[in-house]
């Protein structure tokens, strides 16, 4: 019945009564359907987790979905698979017989992955048809991550997240099938009729939120004889706790603000490289007292945000955080929130430990620098080295985040990276990262910390990091450069050319000498007299590299080099190999010899 629901729904056929929607299982007791918390690896109840909750500040009103949240919490719990699905190994011991085999006929031949990679490629009305023939492609069609990537590939734009993603893929369809209908309709009957529209702007997934979905509420049959570890692993990951030996190491040094100028800063952890959690650095960012969910829901009002491949208001992105049970939700990483939002971002300032970018003398050609990260407990990122080997500051508003960290040359268990660095192949999602492979990482002598609300965790050019929002965060990051890691960033951009990454088109493969050439023409402004203080550009045997002056008063260095002097008024080019006398200073130096 369900599934002819469906099929009628994708061709807009007259729906079924609602009195017939009601689906049993084996034991002719009636199945929740598949909701939850996207904290659903805590083991208390939804409320308790609301009224408790660090992170995000104030509780948001309750729909009626919170009775079957809180049953299906306690099914995670219980470890029952809302399709009966269990582990490959539980077959040989079990009492139910094997239902893939004859379910699947001659398809049971393929693995589980290559079958739903089969199904991803039918459309969803052929899918669903597909699950009438037996109980094993009932399994197999209605694999929550398929419909998953059907509704971020159909509705990119945004949507409204309900039950599970079938369910949301549902009501999509049908309201947006309700909208086509109502511009199809005479001008006279439009002006008519009440629409549940509240204005010409409102997007099919807010429209999606007060549709009234004719068509039965999706109730998972749970099948008894089906084993897959290609199934049951990802709803395993998301109904797992987040264990404790993965919080209790605190490897990484930390320093309060008060306690740390700049020059410290700089000559302890930027200058050779070494990651830092610092305390109190951002206690007066208006930020840090207001931004809850409340507030960005309120300030953001329709303006969107980009999380993976879809986009949310701040309104439909907390209501899928609250509702959804998955093995890493979406997470809003937004770069261009500070062009959107203005007033967010006037709400904090770059610490003084950051304040030397030098990025910024791109202007508006500058490569993406700044992002707005909101995330609910289990959401995070995976791990990576960040972008051109730039540094990088992460602030937390609220929440908390656990970090673990590898210095550059360590490449992390479980992740494959390519022999150029162009790629990186992280097999396991980021909680199953963290089941599989943490404790061989903390052998490997991985940096961790747990950052929480007003820390900053400083991240080091280069150093592979993962991140895991162990509760609903709100954060900010930025990433820069400066005269400690400008070599760094200067040889990449030069030498991986490809691999640059957030310029607009193919600007990337020209930055190197954009920023050179950016870097001399500004020279003479204030923050080009501190880059000509500290920096002249030198060739050895053909390669191009940096050399740094310490913030001490003037000294001589001798290099035996062929020596480009770039200074304030101009440049000096010595030929040859000679040993040349360089005098840095505040002043510029006086006209070179002949």
């Known amino acids: 019945l369900e599934v002819i629901c469906i099929s009628r729904i994708l061709a807009m056929k007259r729906p079924v009564p609602r009195g017939e929607d009601v689906v049993s299982d084996q034991t002719g007791q009636d199945e929740h359907c598949l909701t939850g918390s996207s904290r659903g690896v805590l083991r208390t109840s939804k409320r308790q987790r609301a009224a408790g909750s660090a992170g995000w500040a104030q509780n948001d009103g309750r729909d009626s979905g919170d009775d079957e949240e809180e049953d299906h919490d306690t099914a995670l719990l219980a470890g029952l698979h809302p399709y009966g699905v269990r582990p490959l190994g539980n ?50 069609a209605h694999h929550d991550e398929g419909w998953r990537m059907r509704v971020l590939t159909e509705f990119p734009k945004g949507f409204y997240f309900r039950c599970c993603w079938k369910q949301t893929f549902i009501d999509m369809v049908v309201r947006q099938r309700q909208l086509q209908q109502s511009k199809a309709q005479p001008a006279d009957q439009q002006h008519g009729e009440q629409h549940l529209e509240s204005g010409p702007s409102l997007t099919v997934a807010s429209a999606a939120s007060s549709v009234d979905n004719p068509y039965p509420t999706h109730r998972p049959i749970r099948v008894a004889g089906f084993y897959s570890d290609v199934l049951f692993q990802p709803w395993l990951c998301a109904a797992q706790c987040i264990r404790g030996s993965w919080l209790v190491r605190e490897t990484m040094p930390v320093r309060r603000a008060q306690d740390m100028d700049v020059a410290t800063f700089r000559a302890e952890f930027e200058n050779p490289n070494r990651p830092v959690l610092i305390r109190g650095i951002v206690d007066t960012w208006p930020a840090l007292a207001k931004w809850s969910k409340d507030h960005l829901v309120r300030t953001c009002g329709d303006t969107t945000f980009a999380a993976g491949p879809a986009t949310f208001t701040m309104t439909t992105y907390f209501q899928y955080a609250r509702a959804v049970v998955e093995e890493q939700p979406l997470y809003v990483f937004d770069k261009h929130f500070g062009e959107k939002m203005p007033e967010l971002a006037s709400d904090y300032v770059v610490p003084s430990y950051f304040d030397q970018d030098l990025f910024s003398t791109l202007g508006q050609e500058r490569p993406d620098y700044r992002w ?35 210095p550059p040359n360590v490449v992390p268990p479980g992740v494959f990276p390519s022999p150029d660095g162009a790629e990186v192949t992280t097999p396991a999602t980021l909680f199953e990262w963290w089941t599989n492979f943490h404790d061989e990482a903390v052998a490997m002598g991985a940096i961790e910390c747990t950052a929480r609300r007003g820390d900053l965790v400083f991240v080091p050019s280069g150093w592979w990091h993962a991140v895991l929002n162990t509760k609903d965060s709100i954060a900010i990051t930025q990433n820069y450069v400066s005269e400690a890691n400008l070599a760094k960033v200067l040889r990449f951009l030069k030498h991986r050319r490809e691999q640059v990454s957030g310029c607009q088109d193919d600007q ?87």
């Open 91 to 140: 077959r040989a011991c079990s009492a139910h017989t094997d239902c893939r085999t004859p379910g699947l006929g001659n398809l049971a031949m393929l693995a589980d992955d290559i079958l739903l990679e089969i199904c991803s490629l039918v459309s969803a009305e052929d899918l669903c048809r597909f699950s009438m023939a037996s109980r094993g492609c009932y399994v197999i």
């Open 372 to 406: 707005l990260i909101v995330g609910p407990q289990r959401s995070g990122s995976s791990w990576h080295q960040d972008p051109n080997a730039t540094s990088a500051w992460n602030a937390v508003i609220s929440g908390e985040k656990r970090w673990v960290m590898l």
């Open 508 to 594: 990337g493969t020209t930055l190197h000498e954009r920023f050179l050439a950016a870097m001399q023409q500004k020279r003479c402004t204030s923050i080009g007299i501190e880059v000509a203080r500290h920096l002249f550009l030198f060739r050895v045997r053909g390669s191009t590299s940096f050399a740094f002056v310490p913030q001490t008063p003037p000294k001589l260095h001798l290099i035996n080099c062929v020596c480009v002097l770039r200074t304030v008024r101009g440049a000096v080019r010595c030929a040859g190999w000679v040993r040349v006398c360089v005098c840095v200073c505040v002043r510029p130096p006086p006209p070179p010899p002949p």
